[in-house]
């Protein structure tokens, strides 16, 4: 905490609070899942703390600003920011919560196979009434009916354990929390134009901004020294250093290009793997309808069904986990342009 201090020296009383008290809520926390390694839970404020903030020293939010925190693990840098910048809204987001909506499919799945297994259970009672099975049948079809009750129950607790876990992991409270989910989410089509948002991301980057900085002031002081004299040695050094500082600008902006191109490649193939996830999951549905339609006419049985929903849920769970990868791979792309911290 005191490296804290040392390096911020403008905290409130409030802010000093709140960082104190990460130390013991990490801790307890540490011991229930784990949210940073138990082997460096001893350099908290050195190892994530501080190296979060080392974000506030290069850009100061302004108040009323919406900063997203994409793979947030456990609160870093998320958490300390919003610490440092109150008057910011902070989102976190973790690919954990996708444990979520996995929880909630098979919440939907097992109410589902409880639901068949219950009319199995009416229609095979209807037919021991008429003579057409045995008792047997009848014992079977309600221990099925039965297994997938405690199935659906499980699905239930499990459900409320994951939305839990998330909320502690992001120490939040669950009951005052809401988790926007993938179904929830309004997706944009990507538009973006590489070479436009290249320069743009040029432009906005503080470490390039600072390297033409350098730049700049070295080919300011070649000119003043040629007064000195072209052959001089003063002359010949500020030539060298301006030489140096042009170098190191140009190697960073074509980085800077590169990394930009890959973070759009990025998105590309979100995209495309999410079409394919869209038509995968559009035939497992219609496959579903057509053996639930088998079902009704006696065609297939209560366990062939019930592979098709799974297959059917298998497929939409890719397809939310698609989803979740494009939109993630969509604000990774803009943040990189409006920001550029990737790198």
Partial sequence: MEKIRKYFKKLTDTQIAQFEALDALYRDWNEKINVISRKDIDNLYEHHILHSLAIAKIIEFTPGSKILDV??????PGIPLAIMFPECQFLLVDRTGKKIKVAEDIVETSYSAFKL???????VN???????????????A?????????QYNKSVRDLDLAVKSFAAKLFVNSKNSKFVLTDEIV???FNAVLETDTEKAINNRLDLYQLKSVYLQADRYTKVTILVGPTSAQHSDA???????????????????????SVYNSVLDADDALSL??????LRQKEYEIATLQYDLG???NTQLVTYMNIATSAKLNLDNAKLTYLLAMKKYNYEIEIGLGL
């Fill in 71 to 76: 793979g947030t693990g456990g609160g870093f």
């Fill in 117 to 123: 297994a219950s009319n199995n259970l009416t229609n």
């Fill in 126 to 140: 209807l037919q021991f009434s008429l003579g057409m099975v045995s008792a047997l049948d009848v014992s079977n």
């Fill in 142 to 150: 309600t221990y099925a009916k039965n297994e997938a009750e405690a």
């Fill in 187 to 189: 997706y944009e089509d």
């Fill in 239 to 261: 030539n060298q250093a301006k030489s140096t500082a042009e170098v190191n600008y140009n190697n960073a902006v074509t980085q800077t290009s590169l990394y930009i191109n």
């Fill in 277 to 282: 996830a869209g038509e995968n999951y559009s």
């Fill in 299 to 301: 065609m297939i049985t």
